[in-house]
């Protein structure tokens, strides 16, 4: 990632703490990346730090201030210098406060972009804003910042979802939790044996102060008093301004005997606590970075958490642990005493959540991830001025643009994503609905929706491309799965020096296709076996799944029992080898196909799967679920058990992906998704067209734990952010028409 320089702000204080310092060895591990990384440490003269030149490529400044007001101030100008001595890329900033606030005036003053990590408080965090009158004033401050920034990095599923909720866009969030370095130690513990009714030991380790909630704690160990008789204590590890309250509290409710306060325990000796405890609790409001629940999984623990910022990411809730609502002490002890009165299910999920932390929190994937952060934020930075072939003024075709569209409403969060890299976008559709664009995206329909005959849409078609090449100056074009709009404007736009960019992912070959083909300049498709003609223009640059959209659900319930298949129905779709897999499985298990018909051939179909499964005996285990917009599609992913798609080699189905985004396993039918699928390839491929080999692989994944499944899904997911996440096909997209644009001059 050579060419890009990062001007960072943050309290990252341990950069003098030597090589073993966890932020050292993390920040150090991104500056091998970059041209230069100048981080601005806010810091105090007590603290007696020096500027530090780390590397060849990186430097470490600290405020050197006398109090907040002042390292503010020094912040700033200290930005300001760097800023005009050296040619940066963007700005991070480690807090949407403090940090958050310097970063974004010297953005807005050297016109670079900002990103601001939200691995704190969350400024749309009603506990947090309510629990002191700080909170009060800086909330505003932090919501002027995070709705004024380039980009918002976030620790877990959770936080995303809740700034989308709160009005950022989705395409500004990326998910990036950060790894501690020392899992490992937490890995290798060994938890001893111990006898049947021996004491079981819940542990909270953190700072004794008012976010951590820890009166809700008290509450639920008396509450666990009276509903088990198991033996319990609960170990406090850590100090803070309300321990003494909090040893008050113990005494007078009589706690002593199984509230036990351990005090402050280093970093080097926290292992041992944690090899000796047998579940981890935590009762936050609100938390930052609660690295704890990654090392509580790390080291076999199953984990009891409330639904705090980062806890998705780290507990899978009902496969290695339990998230439960926050300041809900019923939920919560609900979920201790089972997991006190059972050792056979603390190991279960202790183990699960070895695997997963193992599996899918690496902390090698800490650098590889944010370097992909910065560079997506640095080109859309740097397209304009550093790279003449990037297109800025983008023109679009569709068939379809409808955020509310059973089918095709994905596209508007494709146009979304890629307004969110260029200057203006404008959008020519076959057929408009409800609009939810950015406002530099301009949408015109050729009037499908308003009645038009075939020959009025292609002159209603030309009179909006001869407006809009007349009004804008256009850079370069994208065609999605509209062929036919490729072949009339082709010719127009190859006179103008335009470069043209069809997507095309379906084993049907048509004459348009061909023409489609001859007229553009890249061809590109999502697998490489979803192009059925020459493969001379040919890019396959993946597809584009919304994974924060499809994304698990902390409090997702699932139905062991419930099979889906998502999707059109339609004949190509092979409905009929679900119907006949499913007979030849036990009755408990049902299956739900949702989706949409378009057209007579696709009603004869549904008709005929309706009186298949009659002939099957299924009418009481088959449903026919009305189709739904895309933004209600999670839902009904993260409640199925497993998700089946049939459709063979040829398509790049996206409901596959977007249900293993969900984290749900699906099996599929067609070849190409090997690479997907990777080590679950055997388990998750079946035949096409063979109802007994799907039985066969539906009825070995349904015999699996529910916890075994979302290893699978969560598995499955991080294959779908690493190959087919939607920022990701953004980038390519504007890859290849910049590659055209520069072949062209």
């Known amino acids: 990632m050579k060419g890009i320089s990062v001007l960072s702000f943050g309290a990252t204080r341990g950069l003098w703490e030597g090589e073993s310092a966890e932020d050292f060895q993390r920040m150090m591990g991104y500056a091998e990346h970059l041209d230069a990384y100048v981080v601005v440490a806010n810091a105090y003269k007590r603290h007696g730090l020096k500027p530090r030149r780390l590397s060849p490529r990186m430097e470490a400044i600290p405020t050197d201030a006398c109090n907040p007001l002042h390292s503010l101030l020094r912040m700033f100008q200290i930005g300001r210098t760097v800023l005009r001595s050296r040619k940066i890329s963007l700005i991070q900033a480690q807090d949407p406060f403090f940090t958050g606030l310097v970063a974004m005036l010297l953005g807005k003053l050297f016109r670079l972009p900002v990103n601001v990590c939200v691995y704190g408080p ?28 380039a980009g918002i990095q976030v620790d877990g599923a959770m936080t995303a979802r809740s700034l989308i909720a709160a009005g950022c866009e989705p395409s500004r969030v990326a998910v990036k939790p950060v790894v501690p370095t020392n899992l490992e130690l937490f890995h290798q513990i060994e938890t001893p044996p111990r006898p049947p009714r021996a004491i079981v030991r819940l542990l909270f ?9 820890l009166p809700l704690l008290l509450e639920i160990a008396a509450a666990l008093r009276a509903r088990t008789s198991q033996r319990f204590e609960i170990h406090l590890v850590g100090a803070g301004p309300d321990e003494a309250q909090l040893r008050a509290a113990v005494a007078r409710a009589d ?8 005090g402050q325990i280093s970093r080097d000796e926290i292992a041992g606590v944690f090899a000796d405890a047998d579940i981890f609790v935590l009762t936050s409001d609100y938390e930052g970075y609660p690295r704890v629940l990654m090392e509580a999984a790390a080291a076999a623990l199953p984990v009891v958490t409330t639904a705090v910022s980062g806890s998705d990411e780290a507990v899978l809730d009902g496969a290695t642990g339990y998230i439960v609502p926050v300041r809900d002490a019923g939920a919560a002890a609900a979920k201790l005493a089972s997991l006190i009165e059972s050792p056979a299910l603390r190991l279960r999920l202790g183990l699960a959540g070895r695997e997963h932390i193992r599996t899918n929190l690496d902390p090698s994937r800490n650098t590889p991830g944010q370097l992909a952060i910065w560079k997506r934020l640095a080109a859309c930075a740097t397209a304009p001025a550093g790279n003449a072939a990037a297109p800025r003024r983008l023109l679009l075709f569709n068939l379809v643009t409808d955020a509310q569209h059973p089918i095709l409403g994905f596209t508007t969060q494709w146009i979304r994503e890629l307004a969110a890299r260029v200057e203006s976008i404008d959008v020519i559709t076959m057929q408009a609905g409800e609009l939810a664009v950015p406002d530099n995206v301009r949408v015109h329909s050729a009037g499908k929706e308003r009645g038009y005959s075939e020959p009025r849409r292609a002159l209603e078609f030309y009179r909006l491309l001869f407006r809009i090449l007349r009004e804008r100056r256009i850079d370069g074009c994208f065609s999605h799965m509209i062929q036919i709009f490729s072949v009339l404007a082709g010719p127009v736009l190859r006179a103008k020096g335009i470069p043209l960019v069809t997507w095309y992912a379906h084993p049907q070959l048509s004459p348009s296709l061909q023409l489609a083909h001859f007229f553009s300049n890249r061809m590109v498709t999502s697998l490489p076996g979803a192009y059925p003609y020459r493969h001379d223009k040919l890019a396959v640059i993946g597809q584009g799944i919304d994974t924060t959209l499809f994304a698990p659900a902390a409090h997702a319930t699932v139905d062991d029992g419930m099979i889906l298949c998502v999707g059109r129905i339609s004949p190509v779709k092979n409905h009929a080898t679900l119907l006949r897999a499913v007979a030849l499985l036990p009755e408990r298990f049902r299956v739900v196909i949702l989706g949409a018909t378009a057209g007579a051939g696709d009603e004869a179909c549904a008709a005929g799967l309706r009186q298949l499964a009659q002939e099957l005996g299924l009418e009481k285990r088959v449903v026919f679920a009305p189709p739904v917009a895309c933004a209600e599609l999670p839902a009904h992913y993260r409640r199925c058990a497993v998700h089946v ?8 189905d996206k409901v596959a992906w977007e249900a293993m985004s969900c984290g749900r396993p699906c099996l599929v039918a067609n070849d190409d998704f090997r690479e997907t699928l990777g080590r679950y390839e055997n388990e998750l491929l079946f035949r096409n067209g063979d109802a007994a080999d799907l039985a066969e692989k539906l009825r070995a994944l349904l015999a699996r734990s529910a916890g075994e499944r979302t290893e699978i899904g969560a598995y499955l997911r991080a294959q779908v952010e690493r190959l087919h996440a939607l920022p990701g096909l953004a980038d390519r997209i504007l890859a290849q028409l910049a590659q055209c644009r520069a072949e062209h001059t």
């Open 122 to 149: 969350n400024v749309f965090d009603d506990h947090w804003v309510a629990s002191a009158w700080s909170h009060r004033l800086l909330a505003p401050i932090g919501r002027w910042v995070l709705r004024g920034c």
């Open 255 to 262: 706690l002593g005997d199984c509230v036990k306060f351990r």
């Open 645 to 652: 798609n049939l459709t063979p080699a040829g398509f790049g």
């Open 205 to 213: 380790v953190g700072r004794l102060c008012g976010q951590k909630n």
